[in-house]
């Protein structure tokens, strides 16, 4: 969550970040889903044309969301498997990562999800399993006597002798999608949730039936609220949802918002505007292209968007990075190199993510469909010779990863490696896109293959066939053989026997398919004939198909060796931009993080400048504590209500608290006689429900004790408390405000709403709020802690260590002081003063938090150059938080201290295991094998670096651990 803009500029900045135009109607539409009790809708349907700002629209929604404190999660074709099957255990597995990482797991999805992984790779430990949906020509050529799927399900009885497990093999979508629905109802009663489906136009043929089954069934919360953005409405199954489903067809932009869009971004030359409107067509896609440059002038002579866009750029060589790297279908910085190939690659590909042309989507890089599509086009035709030069690098650069990863392994072995499938499927779209004769066979025979040893790399061959196919300028022939391979696959999928039979005849006439291929033909052929009546024919001759332990397996994940070996090109994880969904909101009562400890990572250089990526929130210091009943005194003493009062409870939804509210107004006065009596009654009420986290209850018996008697100051507090608890923080501080008029010196209501202000960033006002308290009860320790925080924030060092000083004079057994004092001093670099706090943190019997003191004095003994006394350190931290990255990131960094650089890479990979987006431990990993000049694994763990990172390529093009290894190819392509 940004810092709470403080001055013009910074609400500028932060607003311009975010420029939205138009859809007002869509968002008001969602934004009223929030104000009712029960939900209006439940499904929003967005649909539009390509470009017209439908993921912008659904990326909005999920800002709104997150405004309402609701949690969100993205899919899209990234997702998208060779089966419905994997397309929907990938869906459910993606979801279920994005709410892990802002501390909202799925259980018990996760944990059976974790279960299905480890009984595949019991499967994968086999020989040969019957496999059906890995081995097709198993399944099309067992006959009627002996179906696959009886083979299979023989299989898995004899192995798993528990039923769980076995549903979980047979059917893992049915298996798991029912703990995937309890855990997003067990998290949707406390805050609305929303899950976003891009892409539908993709995905919805795999994903349709599942999520109707979802929904229609009934089971999903109201709180669980779905959005689809496809190119069409939705079709005519989704007819019984109607009642609760919000149709958004998007129209392009008026003419209006598109200069009104323009202007924001500066450009008021009136020709240029009206060039804009002209090329965009309202399509907000385009128009931030065309907005993104600021050189070109109106009157341009130019033919179209992509000329215009082109021309208009304020480095004209950039064009040309443009188009070399559109012939790549993802793009990383290794990718970029291999497509742009010039002195200052590295640069040139920041500069382009930088533009609207890219998008990011699980780890990689690609362009909005539409504008490659037209930049393609434009390069086709203007130049093609150097659209050809870069597939061809590109398919050189894909065909040696590719054998590089299987040196000397069968086909069939390969197809058992996803890094291989992957990039021998992006050598096969290059090299058809240069009608490479030995690439087409070569696609058709691997294609045979894997029907028998990986099926679902055949379909994934068909697909890239087909956008080959639909590419400009295409050979015929590219064209006639997607018609026969698609029109094949179906057949096969389809057991039309008919087809199969044609397409056998055809692969029969040629006399380059290879003996494993041609042995494929041959059972097709044979059954095909048995299924149609027809007598055998001669069966060619072949030599027996290589036998090979991997050949039948289900592929384990690689966890680090190399980093970028993914399952396929099709991603599984979600895009970085959609990671950072919601920040996790820390209590002020936690010790600040502290700054790091190696000039090989900059995680923690400041709060202010690491990354969501790079930082990890510690746990809070002062676990908080059950709240204490809310005073019913009449006259609010100093200490009337725990400041810490509210707590990390499940939170309420907006709805609830709407509800709440409802309860605020204020009935004409009951006679004075009775007003002190009632209202306390009242308020005794309120307390009880108060300790029974009945909130709702309570502010209604708050409110009534209001009735009675407006000047209560302290039923004012303890109903702001409540809000709070159901995060209506609003509600709160007014709550709070109106005690603070009644009482001017209520100390309690002081402390209660700069919790509020600290919680929404507002650091001056909690500043103000807390040494009002103080003013009025300087003996407390705690308000002069949560000062220190805030002091903390500020960067003001100096006054936090002074604060944490005197809380501790106040109060010498407070833990949670030391430590924090320790923090502040380590932001000073005084690392042995740090030390004695941490020391004294540990000592006394009050600290809850060992593992963060063990952690940052740990930290300080790396600083002063003493590793084996922080390696000490971090185990015992490693003991209480054992999966917590960047405490194994900074074990690797004291073993690197002491020169012992295996186990500091086993420290780091331990850090990526658990928490594979923390890319500092990347980072020094490639230090770390840098220094034992192994070349390879460097150059890996950097690239992982900064893909997860671009800031890493500077540091690395610094840094002297890389000396050794910096003149190397790998390491060049890099910078």
């Not at 135009?21 to 499904?43: C, D, H, M, S, W």
């Not at 108060?690 to 302290?714: G, H, T």
């Not at 407390?780 to 100096?798: M, P, S, T």
């Not at 740090?834 to 019997?845: E, G, K, R, V």
Request: with cysteine; proline share 6%; hydrophobic share 40%.
């Amino acid at each position: 969550m940004a810092l709470e803009a403080q001055t013009w500029g910074d609400l500028l900045r932060q607003r311009s970040s975010h420029l939205f135009v138009g859809r007002e109607q869509e968002q008001e539409t969602f934004r009223l889903n929030f104000i009712y009790a029960v939900p209006k809708f439940l499904l929003f349907a967005i649909h539009g044309e390509p470009g017209v700002g439908k993921s912008a629209l659904m990326a909005r929604f999920r800002r709104i969301t997150q405004e309402h404190d609701g949690l969100t999660a993205w899919v899209n074709s990234t997702q998208l498997g060779p089966t419905p099957r994997e397309t929907q255990l990938r869906t459910m597995r993606a979801i279920a990562r994005q709410f892990a990482r802002v501390d909202t797991p799925l259980l018990p999805f996760e944990d059976g999800y974790a279960e299905y992984e480890t009984a595949l790779e019991s499967v994968a430990a086999d020989a040969a399993p019957p496999i059906p949906h890995l081995n097709l020509l198993h399944t099309l050529t067992s006959g009627a006597d002996a179906p696959a799927d009886a083979a299979w399900r023989t299989y898995v009885a004899e192995k798993f002798s528990n039923p769980n497990l076995r549903a979980l093999i047979e059917t893992p979508v049915q298996a798991l999608s029912r703990p995937f629905v309890e855990a997003l109802n067990f998290r949707a009663p406390t805050r609305p949730l929303l899950l976003c489906f891009d892409d539908w136009e993709q995905t919805g043929a795999h994903l349709s039936d599942w999520l109707l089954e979802l929904l229609a069934g009934g089971k999903l919360h109201v709180n669980v609220w779905i959005a689809l953005a496809g190119e069409t409405p939705l079709e005519a199954i989704w007819e019984p949802l109607r009642p609760v489903v919000a149709p958004m067809p998007l129209a392009p932009l008026t003419e209006e918002e598109t200069r009104r869009y323009a202007r924001a971004k500066s450009i008021t030359e009136a020709s240029r505007l009206s060039d804009i409107w002209t090329f965009s067509k309202g399509l907000p896609i385009w128009l931030q292209v065309l907005t993104s440059v600021q050189r070109g002038h109106g009157g341009d002579l130019a033919l179209g968007p992509v000329e215009r866009y082109l021309k208009w750029m304020d480095v004209p060589h950039r064009s040309e990075i443009v188009l070399r790297c559109a012939a790549a279908r993802w793009l990383d910085a290794e990718i970029a190199a291999a497509a742009i190939q010039s002195e200052d690659e590295a640069e040139h590909f920041e500069w382009l993510c930088s533009t609207p042309l890219l998008e990011r989507r699980n780890g990689h890089w690609q362009y909005h469909p539409l504008l490659r599509e037209k930049i393609l086009s434009f390069a086709h035709q203007q130049f093609a010779e150097e659209l050809r030069a870069t597939h061809r690098r590109l398919y050189d650069f894909y065909r040696r990863r590719a054998e590089a990863e299987v040196s000397g392994a069968s086909v069939a072995h390969a197809l058992h490696n996803p890094a291989w499938r992957a990039d021998k499927l992006e050598a096969l779209y290059h090299g058809l896109m240069l009608d490479d004769e030995a690439v087409i066979e070569e696609g058709g025979e691997i294609f045979l293959i894997a029907l028998e040893s990986y099926a679902p790399f055949a379909g994934a061959i068909v697909a890239t066939w087909q956008e080959v196919a639909d590419s400009p300028m295409t050979p015929s022939r590219i064209i006639e053989w997607e018609r026969t391979l698609a029109t094949s696959w179906g057949a096969l999928r389809g057991e039309n026997w008919e087809e199969i039979l044609a397409f056998c005849n055809i692969v029969r006439q040629r006399n380059d398919v290879g003996p494993e291929a041609m042995d494929v033909v041959a059972q097709l052929h044979a059954r095909a004939e048995r299924e149609l009546g027809l007598e055998l024919a001669p069966r060619p001759t072949s030599t027996p198909p290589e036998t090979d332990v991997g050949r039948d397996g289900i592929p384990t994940r690689r966890i680090a060796n190399p980093p970028y070996a993914e399952e396929t090109k099709v991603l599984e994880e979600p895009p970085q931009e959609q990671e950072k969904e919601a920040e996790e909101e820390a209590d002020v009562d936690r010790a600040v993080e502290p700054d790091g400890i190696s000039k090989e990572t900059e995680e923690a250089a400041s709060p202010s400048e690491a990354t969501d990526e790079e930082t990890e929130i510690e746990p809070e210091l002062e676990a908080p504590t059950p709240p204490t009943p809310p005073s019913s005194e009449s006259e609010p003493p100093a200490e009337e209500v725990e400041e810490e009062a509210v707590e990390d409870t499940p939170e309420a939804t907006e709805s609830e608290v709407e509800a709440a509210e409802e309860t605020d107004e204020v009935s004409p006065e009951a006679s004075t006689s009775e007003k002190t009596e009632d209202a306390e009654v009242y308020r005794e009420r309120g307390n009880a429900h108060f300790m029974k986290r009945a909130y709702k209850q309570a502010i209604e018996a708050y409110s009534r004790a209001l009735e009675v008697n407006p000047q209560d100051a302290v039923a004012y507090n303890n109903r702001g408390l409540c809000y709070a608890q159901l995060k209506g923080f609003d509600r709160a501080i007014e709550n709070y405000t109106r005690a603070i008029e009644i009482h001017p010196r209520y100390a309690s209501a002081y402390k209660n709403r700069a919790w509020i202000y600290a919680r929404q960033r507002n650091y001056t006002q909690a500043q103000a709020d807390y040494s009002r308290a103080l003013e009025i009860n300087p003996q407390d320790a705690k308000a002069y802690n949560d000062r220190g925080n805030i002091h903390i924030q500020l960067e003001a060092y100096d006054q936090a260590i002074d604060d944490y000083t005197e809380a501790i004079r106040c109060n010498a057994q407070y833990a949670v002081a030391h430590l924090n004092r320790g923090q502040a001093l380590m932001h000073q670099s005084a690392y042995e003063k740090a030390i004695a706090d941490f020391d004294q943190a540990l000592a006394l019997p009050q600290n809850k938090a060992d593992a963060v003191a063990y952690h940052f004095r740990g930290r300080a003994y790396a600083q002063l150059g003493q590793p084996e006394q922080a390696l000490a350190d971090y185990e015992q931290a490693l003991e209480e938080r054992p999966t917590y990255a960047p405490i194994h990131n900074d074990y690797g960094l004291a073993y690197v201290q002491l020169e012992q650089y295996d186990a500091a890479l086993a420290a780091y990979q331990m850090a990526i295991e658990h928490n594979p987006q923390f890319a500092p431990a990347y980072y020094n990993a490639a230090c770390a094998a840098a220094l034992t000049q192994d070349a390879k694994a460097a150059c890996d763990w950097l690239k992982r670096a900064i893909d997860e990172h671009p800031k890493y390529r500077s540091m690395a093009r610094k840094d002297s651990d890389f000396d050794a290894i910096r003149a190397r190819p790998c390491f060049q392509a890099l910078l």
